[in-house]
């Protein structure tokens, strides 16, 4: 088959591909097994992505981004996956955290934190899930009392992306504990000025080895009134649910970038593999699995570049993006673990990166909210 190409690519987008292959063979590829070890990509990977230019890709040129689209962020991601990493968090500093402040920030606030993630400088997470909170937001216990001139901020998160390193922090926190979702506001924490602020252990996970992902603690942590994102308390989760949609479609644009590596590296070993005197490839079973999981993806592949296209125009609404996010998480699943099976023993080898795969695919279907939520979102708007 010709290789595809998405309808919203474009020469510009070429050429950042290429880019961003080049600097991930390099900076990314060669450090897996390092980074798995320690749980963290390396503090100075930020920076060296900020020269280039592959942070904040979506953000406006005036606010030190690339004043590029979501395209731009969607080509990196893809180059990501096919880079054989899952350790580098750029998708939640660039194409969520920024996003917010973008969307929700006062022009100070802008102007003071946009670039300084853009160039890596500081590092962004959100800090949403919590021990007895995960995908049931309204439930969140950390709160946010206002002090004066200051928001107090008492509770814990886990399961932070980027946790260890981040300099700023988007809290959702409850500034009313009365009001339900009405009480819940986002309030910017900046680590390196919070006394009381505490990051805990790296996480250790089934998949995902390299990527950072804490526990953080906030004892009576002062944070300065004007951090509230909106200007407002009780905005945040509209906030939240605005926003939501652009992760879920990130997940989705991973996933399938995940499901197509997957393929590629199934075919490519039972074109070589031999058993009972012949290729692999030769047998009708091995060419038949491959023959689904290549229209698992093409079908996949068809319907995250129409979801990419709606979001290019400002019309992927939430519905559709907990579909691709369901849709595409599901899949890869089936398709790692179908392609897993072709490598026999091999596939169970960690040095394996279809092992590696396998593994990071199946919290897909958890974070950004699970597929069950997915499923009731598009349920109740039938």
């Not at 596939?347 to 939520?373: L, S």
Request: glycine share 10%; aromatic share 8%.
């Amino acid at each position: 088959m010709a290789p595809h190409r998405s309808p919203w690519m474009t020469d510009d987008l070429d050429r950042l591909r290429e880019l961003a292959r080049e600097f991930f063979a390099k900076e990314l590829t060669p450090h897996q097994q390092r980074w798995a070890q320690r749980g963290h990509v390396d503090r100075e990977l930020w920076n060296k992505a900020g020269e280039v230019g592959l942070l904040c890709l979506s953000i406006p040129e005036r606010y030190g981004g690339g004043g590029g689209t979501f395209a731009h962020e969607a080509v990196v991601l893809e180059e990501q996956a096919r880079a054989m990493d899952s350790a580098f968090g750029h998708a939640v500093h660039s194409g969520i955290v920024a996003h917010y402040l973008l969307a929700y920030g006062t022009e100070e606030q802008k102007r003071r934190w946009l670039p300084a993630l853009a160039t890596g400088e500081l590092v962004g997470a959100i800090a949403m899930s919590e021990p007895g909170a995960g995908s049931d937001l309204q439930s969140v216990r950390t709160s946010a009392v206002r002090d004066g001139d200051h928001y107090v901020v008492s509770g814990s998160k886990t399961f932070i992306t980027n946790g260890s390193q981040a300099d700023l922090i988007i809290v959702v926190a409850k500034t009313d504990r009365e009001q339900g979702a009405h009480g819940i506001s986002l309030v910017v924490v900046e680590a390196g000025q919070a006394d009381g602020f505490r990051r805990g252990r790296i996480l250790d996970k089934i998949g995902l080895k390299g990527q950072d992902t804490s526990e953080l603690f906030f004892d009576d942590v002062r944070v300065p009134a004007d951090n509230l994102l909106g200007g407002r308390e009780g905005e945040g989760f509209a906030q939240l649910m605005c926003q939501l949609p652009q992760e879920r479609l990130i997940i989705a644009v991973c996933s399938l970038a995940a499901m197509e590596v997957s393929v590629g590296l199934a075919v490519d070993y039972v074109k070589q593999r031999k058993a009972f005197g012949r290729e692999l490839i030769k047998f009708q079973n091995t060419a038949f699995e491959l023959a689904e999981c290549t229209t698992e993806a093409a079908v996949s592949r068809a319907f995250v570049d129409r979801c990419i296209q709606a979001h290019l125009r400002g019309e992927l609404d939430v519905p559709t993006a907990a579909m691709a996010k369901w849709w595409t998480s599901e899949r890869l699943c089936r398709v790692a673990d179908r392609c897993l099976q072709l490598f026999g023993g091999y596939g169970y080898m960690t040095e394996y990166p279809i092992a590696r795969i396998w593994a990071d695919a199946r919290v897909q279907k958890i974070y950004g909210g699970t597929n069950e939520i997915m499923k009731d979102i598009i349920g109740r708007s039938l």
